[in-house]
């Protein structure tokens, strides 16, 4: 029964479950470190997504479909950085904000630009191709899991430990954390708390905008309305849960990605699919309840030593 459950077909699965959550987080992470809370990472996953869909349906190419998303990400996370760094405002109600926007803008702009309602599916739009890796593709279970998937996984997966040495081991790095953690003390050292905010922020929107693209031209080359389904939501979590550490978010993500096929294949063995679909989230809940209370265990071990 558990070989049934868990075998390679699962873990494929889980691993496309996880690359668009696991890019949006990353991004989130990058806004954490900067000190600004970023939110909005559903809504600009769903933009990316719609948008990734409209340019490699208008070009037939993926690759401006790609940079149709990031660009879409981008423009949405600039409203963001504007409107919390700029003009202080509340991140958590802009962000909010900005989700609804989303939502509304890409169910409205669909009947507008392609005349349907629901899903647009057509074979003008051209998906990501699988790329494997020789010799490494070929090794059981990791092969066809890890090194036969889209470009955009293994930008994901190179992500975690570049931005590792970014944040940890680089000058630029440490002042981003610096204006995080301690905005006045790095604006003595000549360091611009704005300056760092809005390119985090905007890295964020670039990395959620290719969390969309996957979405929608890697996973199922089609877009539906709110196709997202808290993706974004679950990447917040993440970035909180992963303690915005790169390999912690992306352990994270790999959780909840795991819960989302296990769902599905819960789902194929006719559990009802209100049950399936509860899973990821019911997880997250789980997860987060366990950190928090590891945290303040930790906390009290701390304060009495």
Request: glycine letters at 12%.
């Given at each position: 029964?558990?070989?049934?459950?868990?075998?390679?077909?699962?873990?494929?699965?889980a691993t496309r479950a996880m690359i668009p959550i696991l890019l949006a987080a990353l991004g989130g992470m990058i806004c954490e470190r900067a000190g600004v809370f970023q939110i909005a990472l559903e809504g600009i996953m769903l933009a990316g997504a719609f948008a990734a869909v409209a340019g490699s349906y208008?070009?037939?190419s993926w690759t401006l479909g790609v940079v149709f998303g990031i660009a879409a990400g981008m423009l949405i996370s600039l409203a963001l950085a504007y409107g919390c760094v700029t003009r202080r405002g509340d991140p958590i109600v802009l962000g909010i904000a900005l989700n609804l926007l989303a939502m509304g803008l890409t169910g409205f702009l669909l009947p507008q630009l392609f005349d349907v309602r629901g899903v647009f599916q057509h074979p003008r739009i051209d998906g990501l191709d699988r790329i494997a890796i020789p010799i490494?593709?070929?090794i059981p279970w990791i092969g066809p899991v890890l090194f036969d998937n889209t470009i955009l996984t293994y930008v994901a997966l190179l992500l975690v430990p570049a931005l590792w040495v970014f944040l940890f081991r680089t000058p630029v790095?440490?002042?981003?954390?610096?204006?995080?953690?301690?905005?006045?003390?790095?604006?003595?050292?000549?360091?611009?708390?704005?300056?760092?905010?809005?390119?985090?922020?905007?890295?964020?929107?670039?990395?959620?905008?290719?969390a969309g693209a996957q979405l929608s031209l890697g996973n199922v080359v089609q877009f539906a309305e709110n196709m997202s389904s808290g993706r974004g939501w679950v990447a917040v979590v993440a970035v909180m849960l992963?303690?915005?550490?790169?390999?912690?978010?992306?352990?994270?993500?790999?959780?909840?990605a795991l819960a989302e096929a296990l769902g599905f294949r819960f789902?194929?063995?006719?559990?009802?699919?209100?049950?399936?679909?509860?899973?990821?989230?019911v997880v997250t809940l789980l997860a987060l309840i366990i950190a928090r209370k590891r945290f303040a265990r930790l906390l009290d071990l701390t304060t009495a030593a």
């Open positions: 029964m558990f070989e049934q459950i868990f075998d390679a077909a699962l873990f494929d699965s208008l070009a037939i490494l593709s070929d790095g440490l002042r981003l954390r610096g204006v995080g953690e301690r905005p006045l003390a790095a604006e003595t050292l000549g360091v611009s708390p704005t300056v760092y905010k809005y390119g985090a922020v905007l890295a964020s929107g670039a990395l959620a905008g290719l992963g303690r915005a550490h790169p390999v912690g978010v992306l352990a994270a993500a790999a959780l909840f789902q194929g063995n006719g559990l009802p699919v209100q049950i399936t679909d509860a899973l990821p989230f």
